[in-house]
Nanobody
Framework: VQLQASGGGLVQPGGSLTLFCVAS????????MRWYRQAPGKQRELVAQ???????NYADAVKGRFTISGDNAKNTVILQMNSLKPEDTAVYSC?????????WGRGTQVTVSS
């Protein structure tokens, strides 16, 4: 099973993007789904996560601007990003943790620039 992230692109400051992450097959018993990002020269950081019960957590830098949602049955996690800033520029990757395995998706580039 592979994760495919999509939805990245170039957007102006203040704009919005929606990132999608879909599994190529069925992942059973997903416990938590996460979005990470890594900017050039910086360490990868956790952006947002959602548990199977629907609890969410966000990095302070994106609170109030980003919204994570997920559908365990469809093995899909979505990141809605609003009010984007240049400092949000990074490669965004998704991750899904099941009871037995951890799955990573290849990243999608988000560039916020005028």
């Amino acid at each position: 099973v592979q994760l495919q992230a999509s939805g990245g692109g170039l957007v102006q400051p203040g704009g919005s993007l929606t990132l999608f992450c879909v599994a190529s097959g069925t992942i059973f018993s997903i416990n938590i789904m996460r979005w990470y990002r890594q900017a050039p020269g910086k360490q990868r950081e956790l952006v947002a996560q959602i548990t199977s019960g629907g609890s969410t957590n966000y990095a302070d830098a994106v609170k109030g601007r980003f919204t994570i949602s997920g559908d365990n049955a469809k093995n899909t996690v979505i990141l809605q990003m609003n009010s984007l800033k240049p400092e949000d520029t990074a490669v965004y990757s998704c991750r899904m943790d099941s009871t037995l395995y951890t799955y990573w998706g290849r990243g999608t580039q988000v560039t916020v620039s005028s």
